[in-house]
């Protein structure tokens, strides 16, 4: 099936840079799953690790919304650096500039698949599972 979409070019470069950066969290979680210790981490190892394979689901959809379009999806994380710490208060507040940035991007894709239900209907799932991340990190943070 040949999907029609106006913005077709706008929106497939927007998804690549959603599943770029879905592979980048991935990346940041697995990492942080693996370094969190101490009283935090039997909270936050879970939460982390949850989150990483949440980043594979969203990457997953993403993909498939760009095979959709017979676009080629990007297979690298998006090279904004992972900043690398033990200390489970930064781990937090680059979990929520993440999710932040997450959010961001579906938000500013939604208009440009308008005419498209089923494209609307799984970014738009994919935002919301976002904005409830952010809440979830702010929570963590005492915020
Ligand atoms: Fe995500």
Known sequence: ???????????AAGLNKALAWELRAYAMYAQYAAYIKGLE?????PHFAQEASESIGHAGKVRELLALL??????????????????????LTESLKTEETAARTYQ????????????????????MA????????KALLGR
């Open 1 to 11: 099936m040949m999907i029609q979409i106006k913005e077709k070019k706008k929106l």
């Open 41 to 45: 981490s039997l909270t936050l190892k």
């Open 70 to 91: 017979e676009v080629e999806a990007v297979t690298v994380r998006d090279e904004s650096p992972i900043v690398h710490t033990e200390d489970y208060h930064v781990m």
């Open 108 to 127: 500013k894709l939604l208009p440009l698949c308008k005419e498209h239900p089923s494209f609307t209907h799984a970014l738009m799932h994919i935002y």
């Open 130 to 137: 976002e904005l409830n991340a952010v809440e979830e990190a």
